[in-house]
């Protein structure tokens, strides 16, 4: 058997260490996961109710089109339907425009440190991928708008930006999309949106109607809390979604996912309400961070960033071992942790397990 070249020496993605997993592994009775970015509130009852409707119907294939949910997010967002397309995740979508528009010998831009979809799916269509070094954390635009070449396909741009949960600000995106070529696909991936409280964040959906290029890729899997059912979406001008509508699998997404996120959708308070907790949540974690000296990233979704001042692999053992997943192993930030945003009870025990790892590797004075 020979597979595409391009793929042999691709890594396979690595997701959260699961809670059952870890427990069998170290014999624990209680395990905190917050490595996936998961909403510790669960999800709306409405979704919840949705999806027991949808039993009865378990046996029939679901609307290839997501008709209604189509509808629904094109209201919610103010745009028409055929500029909509869903994906199972936000992460299918990315694939869909790799495999729509890039071919060996094109080039895409991305950051250094970003979701590493993006370089997935370019390695599989043997593209070549232009990584551009974050600055502080952050997106370089100026720098990656130097590193568009005439083979340029589709620059990525994570906003908020997973792992670091940094944002560019409307100023600066609406400067960098306005110099793009039109001919070069900008991918906004705004699967923490929801999570944002800064007034600065980029009016994409303005951008997304002026500048023909611009695709938005949004989520249910994480302020709407429905993970597990894999639905997400792209938003951009009807001619770009329908070139990547031509690569996308029919019956892609089910059809209790396509109920739930539109009960979801519709379920603002439940929306509003994680995103006050997780502000809320933010906030704490910031200042037991200072009182222990940890310099972290500013952070707009439902993570931060932190640097534990130690190997990230040491302190993900170390954190593992007392019953807190955690994320680790970033090329370009060895000694950082992503943590998720959790609970009071969940962050209060992250914390307490965090000093004992850096208090036993004499890290803290």
Not at 269 to 278: H, I
Request: include cysteine.
């Amino acid at each position: 058997m020979q597979p595409k070249q391009s793929i042999v020496s691709l890594p396979v993605y690595q997701p959260g260490k699961p809670i059952e997993e870890v427990k069998r592994e170290l014999g624990l009775k209680e395990v905190i996961k917050l490595a996936s970015n998961e909403n510790p509130f669960g999800s709306s009852e409405h979704a919840k109710a949705a999806i027991m409707k949808e039993l009865d119907h378990i046996s029939i294939y679901p609307d290839s089109f997501s008709t209604d949910l189509t509808a629904a997010v094109a209201a919610y967002l103010g745009v028409e339907r055929d500029q909509i397309i869903f994906g199972a995740g936000s992460d299918e979508v990315i694939l869909m425009l790799a495999r729509a528009f890039l071919t060996p010998g094109d080039e895409t831009v991305m950051a250094d440190e970003t979701f590493s979809q993006y370089r997935h799916n370019a390695v599989i269509e043997g593209a070549t991928i232009v990584e551009v070094p974050l600055k502080d954390g952050v997106h370089d635009l100026t720098a990656m708008l130097a590193a568009i070449t005439e083979r340029t396909k589709i620059v990525w741009v994570c906003n908020p930006n997973n792992p670091t949960g940094t944002i560019v600000r409307h100023a600066e995106l609406e400067a960098f999309i306005r110099q793009v070529p039109s001919n070069v696909i900008v991918a906004l991936d705004e699967a923490y949106i929801e999570y944002v409280t800064d007034e600065a964040f980029p009016d994409s959906l303005a951008l997304m109607r002026e500048f023909k290029n611009v695709i938005l890729l949004r989520t249910f899997s994480k302020i709407h809390g429905l993970a597990s059912l894999r639905i997400g979406y792209g938003a951009g001008h009807a001619d770009l979604i329908r070139m990547v509508n031509q690569v996308r699998e029919p019956f892609n997404t089910t059809r209790m996912a396509q109920a739930a996120a539109a009960a979801s959708l519709a379920d603002t308070d439940f929306v509003s309400g994680c995103r006050d907790r997780n502000a809320a949540g933010r906030a704490y974690l910031y200042g037991e961070f200072d009182r222990l000296g940890l310099h972290y990233f500013e952070a707009h979704g439902n993570f931060i960033m932190v640097d534990v001042k130690m190997p990230s692999a040491q302190a993900f053992d170390g954190l593992l071992r007392r019953g807190v997943i955690s994320r680790a192993r970033w090329a370009h930030h060895p000694t950082y942790i992503r943590i998720t945003i959790g609970s009071p009870e969940q962050n209060e025990a992250f914390v307490a397990a965090l000093e004992a790892v850096l208090t036993e590797a004499a890290v803290l004075g």
